[in-house]
């Protein structure tokens, strides 16, 4: 049975930082391209960043460029996403998600699997 167990998260001021790790079990780590999207309140789930299985490359959405960083470590299980320099309008329920394959996968539609989100909330 695959799961997604994510931590971190919560709340701070503009300005601040945050930071959220994502650990899949029952999945070849390896393997698989993962992937960090948010949902605000009564707004879709959007695509935020996302790596590689080797680690080798990373996407990220223009809304977050220069302030998030997503990194992984395949000898731990794990998925990071480093955010800096929160706002406002950051705040969301943040979800990992992984994907076998080799192309690159930014919809949310695409992954298999999905971790139970976690909040962070950035107040002004």
């Known amino acids: 049975q695959v799961q997604l167990v994510e931590s971190g998260g919560g709340a701070v001021q503009a300005g601040g930082s945050l930071s959220l790790s994502c650990a899949p079990s029952?999945?070849?780590?390896?393997?698989?391209?993962m992937g960090w999207f948010r949902q605000a309140p009564g707004k879709e789930r959007e695509f935020v960043a996302a790596?590689?299985?080797?680690?080798?490359?990373?996407y990220y959405a223009d809304s977050v460029k220069g302030r998030f960083a997503v990194s992984r470590d395949n000898a731990k299980n794990t998925v990071y996403l480093q955010m800096n320099s929160l706002k406002p309008e950051d705040t969301a329920v943040y979800y990992c998600?992984?994907?076998?394959?080799?192309?690159?996968?930014?919809?949310?539609?695409?992954?298999?699997?999905w971790g139970q989100g976690a909040q962070v909330t950035v107040s002004s």
């Open positions: 790596i590689r299985p080797s680690g080798g490359r990373t």
């Open positions: 029952g999945l070849t780590f390896s393997s698989y391209f």
């Open positions: 998600a992984a994907r076998r394959g080799s192309r690159t996968y930014v919809g949310f539609s695409e992954y298999d699997y």
